[in-house]
């Protein structure tokens, strides 16, 4: 495992059409892995602490690394290849019948990771390798967030003016999100992040539609 590498946090999840950004990053840069809708949906209800009826697929494992006294220590992307990402889940577990703490790597898609990381508050990192190889979408990201806040502070104040007592706060549009990224026009993209593994050639590749 590398352990030259660079602590991020998940700086943003923001919707796109079919699919959602997850921006990665800190003070010093920020960059944006495109996943699957249901696992950018899962990512933004843990870090908005939404409660579920029932558990969803990252909930389970949460459930079940639990019952076996077990957690997610840290995530590590450690590789990409072209446009594909590659992670590391590392697990610890301690329970009756271990001896002794035992730590885990295992292979797993950076989304899916992402996911976990999120949910139990671990820690994610990125290799150096990767951290460099990056582009840094910073100015993206403030331009989203600062559009979004100017959008909701004029929801804020037709809702006052119009004395609505409901806080009626107008979301930013995919096409407003897909045009400050840079992406529109681009329809029925589909974007999956691949696996984890670096010697796994049979990783599933980002599909980019014209």
């Known amino acids: 495992m590398n352990t030259?590498?660079?602590?991020?946090?998940?700086?943003?999840?923001?919707?796109?059409?079919?699919?959602?950004?997850?921006?990665?990053?800190?003070?010093?840069?920020?960059?944006?892995?495109?996943?699957?809708?249901?696992?950018?949906?899962?990512?933004?209800?843990?870090?908005?602490?939404?409660?579920?009826?029932?558990?969803?697929?990252?909930?389970?494992?949460?459930?079940?690394?639990?019952?076996?006294?077990?957690?997610?220590?840290?995530?590590?992307i450690n590789n990409i290849n072209g446009s594909v990402f590659h992670a590391r889940l590392i697990i610890s577990a301690e329970n009756e019948l271990l001896t002794t703490r035992k730590m885990i790597e295992l292979d797993a898609r950076p989304s899916d990771s992402i996911a976990m990381a999120v949910q139990q508050s671990a820690p994610i990192f990125v290799a150096q390798a990767v951290w460099d190889a990056v582009e840094d979408v910073s100015d993206t990201l403030a331009q989203i967030e600062k559009k979004g806040l100017e959008a909701q502070q004029a929801s804020e104040a037709a809702a006052k003016e119009q004395g609505d007592d409901e806080d009626d706060i107008e979301e930013l549009s995919d096409e407003d999100i897909n045009a400050i990224a840079g992406i529109s026009g681009q329809e029925n993209d589909e974007y999956d992040d691949g696996f984890g593994d670096d010697d796994d050639d049979e990783g599933e590749e980002w599909k980019k539609g014209e």
Do not use: C
């Open 4 to 76: 030259d590498v660079v602590e991020v946090q998940v700086r943003a999840v923001l919707p796109l059409e079919g699919s959602f950004a997850v921006f990665l990053g800190n003070e010093a840069k920020v960059f944006v892995i495109y996943i699957d809708e249901s696992v950018g949906t899962a990512i933004s209800m843990f870090m908005r602490g939404v409660s579920k009826e029932r558990p969803l697929t990252h909930d389970l494992v949460g459930h079940l690394l639990m019952a076996f006294g077990a957690k997610v220590e840290r995530v590590i």
